[in-house]
Every structure is written in structure tokens, then in C-alpha cells.
């Protein structure tokens, strides 16, 4: 496994823990189809919240949340009413949130949670 893939995982292992401290619910992780990848897709109450997951070891690129570009979010979108409808509910109430993770060298990665971000 390449080192950025690991890193990714890390972020992703580390946002679904923080979704699920904060009162959503996983519902899937790392979800595929032809068209990409959604890392996370939770549920808070009524509203699936497809989360898209940044990891980076430092500042010095700037924050994660910087590397989600227009492309990114057009993407997401289209991936987000794919899964609902892949689950039958094409109708649901559905958000969009960015989730930033910085790992630290020492102690618990800081965690940036931008709800309804696009």
C-alpha cells in the first residue's frame, strides 16, 4: 500500500469515528460505481449526508479541505443521487459535507467538520 493511500485510510478510519461520536450513523464507507467514490455516507435523522474526506499530514500544502475542486463537487453530487437510488430511495433529503483531517505527530488528528458544504 502506497503512503497516501494509507494516509487516506487513516482519514477516513478517523472521520467515520468522529460522525458516529457526534450522533450520525455510517451507513456505508468507500462506496463504488463506475462513476467513483463516495468515502463516507452517513445519516443524521431524516438526511443522508454524503462525506467527502480530506487527509493530509501537515499544513504545508495548505488545509484539506482546499483540495475539493469544482470538478470534485460536481462529482459528488452526481454519486450522491446515484447511491440513493442504488438504495431504492431516490427522494431523500441529502447534504453534502467535507470533513478535514490533519494528522498530528503526536496525539488525536484534528478534525474539521464543514456541513452542507457545497
Known sequence: MRAKDAVGRY????AARYLQS?????????WRCREGEIDIVAREGG???ICEVKTRRGLDFGP????????KVRRLR??????LADQGS???PLRFDVISVVAQSRGQA???????AF
Open 11 to 14: 482519514g477516513e478510519r478517523v
Open 22 to 30: 457526534v450522533g450520525l450513523t455510517v451507513l456505508d464507507r468507500n
Open 47 to 49: 438526511v443522508v449526508v
Open 64 to 71: 484539506p479541505v482546499e483540495a475539493v475542486t469544482p470538478a
Open 78 to 83: 452526481a454519486l450522491g443521487l446515484r447511491w
Open 90 to 92: 431516490p427522494y431523500r
Open 110 to 116: 484534528a478534525v474539521e467538520h464543514l456541513r452542507g
